[in-house]
């Protein structure tokens, strides 16, 4: 089990695993940093500017997207080497979940991430190889 560093996520790893597993965090799969947008809804950000891989700008300091990217790229690639021929459990956010299902291969046409619907408290079931 492997769960993003932040409460909300560990909490919801122990609730999963009825605290029976050892939780080990990683850094690489905590939220996206949103700059100046921390605390703020959603709704009011521009997702053009945040989640355009084209454009991957920064605007009120928002972690760039190909930076967030690479984060979550080299924490698969690890998981890959790691933990071949296991089951991973991995409790995170839709941001990371996001990310994850466009280096899958699941890419919008338009390169824009925000495109992919990711629910909130959903199992997804990914082969990674």
Sequence with gaps: VISSPLERARKTAEIITNKKLPI??????KERDWGMNEGVSIDSVDTIDCWDVILNTNVQNIERIQDFMMRVSEFLEDI????????????THSAVVRVIHYLLGRI???????????PNLRILEYEVK
């Design 80 to 91: 890959k080497v790691r933990y071949k021929d296991s089951k991973v459990l991995v409790v």
């Design 108 to 118: 919008p046409e338009d390169g824009d991430l925000s495109k992919i619907n990711i």
């Design 24 to 29: 080990n965090t990683d850094d690489r799969i």
